[in-house]
């Protein structure tokens, strides 16, 4: 079962599915990848020949996320081949999820895709991000934009597109998990303790889910 951030969400792409780019605000521990990879699965079974790119930051990541798909999809009859070597899963239907690093920043050009969605996308570099926005210039299809935040600058892929949203720049849009009672996932006896805990800007970035001020060098 969804929450209902996880649930409004998929609502919100289901409603902008084409040529949109949707920010996702979010703190640590509360199912945005979780959410993330149900509507990767979802749009994957019912759209034959429908490819879903997953950007992540680091290889690690990628590998995580592509064994916690590999675990969901576990007995299900629509699956033809799930490649660990090269993080994708084919789909009897022609479909296709591929999980890419950024890190192989070499090997990200030439891909296209109905669905890209970038996550952790505030810890990817901006040029990197921006690169693979061209996936779904031929298809017409929407980019997610996932991430807990960082720091306000506009030259962090993350916070632009976040501006974007609030800017109610065209085709831009948000959803804030932050504004949801999430205690189901996090309550507040464990928030306090990492308050207690945490240095106060790791406090703020992962469990507040909000942004720090432009990093000054």
Request: a positive charge.
């Amino acid at each position: 079962p969804l929450h209902q951030w996880q649930r409004d969400l998929i609502k919100l792409y289901d409603e902008n599915k084409k040529n949109s780019i949707i920010t996702v605000l979010a703190q640590r521990q509360v199912g945005k990848s979780y959410a993330l990879m149900i509507l990767a699965l979802r749009e994957s079974i019912n759209n034959p020949y429908f490819t879903t790119i997953i950007l992540t930051p680091s290889y690690t990541l990628g590998r995580k996320f592509f064994n916690d798909l590999s675990k969901a999809i576990k007995g299900l009859p629509n699956i033809r081949n799930c490649n660990s070597s090269y993080f994708e899963i084919t789909f009897t239907n022609g479909s296709v999820i591929k999980i890419r690093s950024a890190e192989q920043r070499a090997n990200l050009r030439g891909e296209t895709c109905s669905l890209l969605i970038i996550d952790e996308s505030a810890f990817i570099p901006l040029e990197v991000g921006l690169e693979t926005f061209n996936y779904t210039n031929s298809t017409n299809g929407s980019i997610i934009l996932s991430s807990t935040p960082k720091f306000k600058d506009e030259n962090n892929l993350f916070y632009k597109f976040y501006k974007s949203a609030i800017d109610r720049e065209e085709g831009c849009y948000l959803i804030d998990f932050t504004k949801y009672d999430t205690s189901a996932m996090l309550d507040e006896k464990k928030k306090e303790l990492y308050k207690r805990k945490m240095p106060f800007n790791i406090y703020q970035n992962e469990v507040l889910g909000q942004f720090l001020e432009e990093k000054r060098s």
